[in-house]
């Protein structure tokens, strides 16, 4: 009745991170990313992919993110309270705990993730649109 397709695996993602944000380190303040980045540790800022960059950010099993992220793909295994702005995909493993809404491309979901938000599909406007207001308001308080 249900078929799994076995090219569409959840969690099994291949990134490569140029920065590792480690389970014994906390950061103060926004993020403006070029390049991926798993977080180990805590967050509190907003996570922001820079205009013309396509990232990565990935939230470990343990990891905190208190802000908003806007990336092509998030990956969570923690806990982020914030809201996900994604051009691509965003991935809720099993450990997930999201408290925020997710504005996502596609979306994989795994069973025992939670979600406390709404979840919307990207449609051509008003993710960049609701994501660049973010950024203009993160970058002013730099």
């Given at each position: 009745m249900?078929?799994?397709k076995s090219n569409q695996t959840l969690g099994k993602s291949v990134e490569s991170f140029e920065t590792i944000i480690g389970s014994s380190l906390r950061v103060d303040g926004n993020l403006l990313l070029r390049s991926s980045v798993r977080i180990d540790g805590l967050v509190n800022g907003n996570?922001?992919?820079?205009d013309g960059y396509e990232t990565t950010v990935a939230i470990a099993?343990?990891?905190?993110?208190?802000g908003d992220i806007r990336a092509k793909h998030v990956i969570v295994s923690g806990n982020l309270q914030g809201n996900i702005f994604s051009s691509d995909r965003v991935e809720l493993l099993d450990t997930a705990f999201v408290?925020?809404?997710i504005t996502y491309g596609t979306l994989g979901m795994q069973v025992g993730a939670r979600?406390?938000?709404k979840l919307r599909q990207a449609d051509s406007e008003s993710p960049s649109q609701t994501a660049d207001v973010l950024i203009a308001q993160a970058m002013q308080k730099i």
């Open positions: 249900f078929k799994s996570i922001l992919q820079e099993k343990g990891a905190t993110v208190t408290s925020g809404d979600l406390e938000g």
